[in-house]
T-cell receptor, first 115, second 114 residues
Framework: QQQVKQSPQSLIVQKGGIPIINCAYE??????FPWYQQFPGKGPALLIA?????SEKKEGRFTISFNKSAKQFSLHIMDSQPGDSATYFC??????????????FGTGTLLAVQP | EAQVTQNPRYLITVTGKKLTVTCSQNMNHEYMSWYRQDPGLGLRQIYY???????DKGDVPEGYKVSRKEKRNFPLILESPSPNQTSLYFCASSSQRDNAYEQYFGPGTRLTVT
């Protein structure tokens, strides 16, 4: 119930393609679904996030699609660029022990965008 | 510049030799956390702290200790490291008031235990 399942493990696309990364969860108590982006040698950084009361959120070339009934959400990267090559983690968050928000991470997707 | 710093960035040690990885944040965040990142397993929480002198176990706490004596610092202690603690470690912090859901990560500490 605490897991967030992420696929694929790795992904290679050509420049301009639209990579899609999928995540699924079980616990309906999750109330916030962020995506983190990690470049080699760096820590993860928040990329975009969505709450379960909306079905889609766009920020620039990045879009989250959310399907509450299926308990699935996905990240789409429009017009992907070589600079988007990174590891992407989905996550789910819920209130835990009162005020603390606990993040449960997926296993990560290594994306390579070829020129 | 708002940031989370970790030291050292790289560490090679031997089994059983106590070590400490330091973490410091300059954003006055209440919440701090330690994660380990392993291939195929993603990021798993080791310990977290909601404020000074308040710490609790995460999902994989065995073999680790933490302390939170000051708001800005949250060191990770390995009393007797073992090879299965070879991993990439990240410290993170977040504000419980502003956007409690966004965690800011440090640059990571790559630990090798031989």
């Amino acid at each position: 119930q605490q897991q967030v399942k992420q696929s694929p493990q790795s992904l290679i696309v050509q420049k301009g393609g639209i990579p899609i990364i999928n995540c699924a969860y079980e616990n309906t108590a999750f109330d916030y679904f962020p995506w983190y982006q990690q470049f080699p040698g760096k820590g993860p950084a928040l990329l975009i996030a969505i709450r379960p009361d909306v079905s889609e959120k766009k920020e620039g070339r990045f879009t989250i699609s959310f399907n509450k009934s299926a308990k699935q959400f996905s990240l789409h990267i429009m017009d992907s660029q070589p600079g988007d090559s990174a590891t992407y983690f989905c996550a789910a968050s819920r209130k835990y022990g009162g005020a603390t928000n606990k993040l449960i991470f997926g296993t990560g997707t290594l994306l390579a965008v070829q020129p | 510049e708002a940031q989370v710093t970790q030291n050292p960035r790289y560490l090679i040690t031997v089994t059983g030799k106590k070590l400490t990885v330091t973490c410091s944040q300059n954003m006055n965040h209440e919440y701090m956390s330690w994660y380990r990142q392993d291939p195929g397993l993603g990021l798993r929480q080791i310990y977290y702290s909601m404020n000074v002198e308040v710490t609790d176990k995460g999902d994989v706490p065995e073999g680790y200790k933490v302390s939170r004596k000051e708001k800005r610092n949250f060191p990770l202690i390995l009393e007797s490291p073992s090879p299965n603690q070879t991993s990439l470690y990240f410290c993170a912090s977040s504000s419980q008031r502003d956007n409690a859901y966004e965690q800011y990560f440090g640059p990571g500490t790559r630990l090798t235990v031989t």
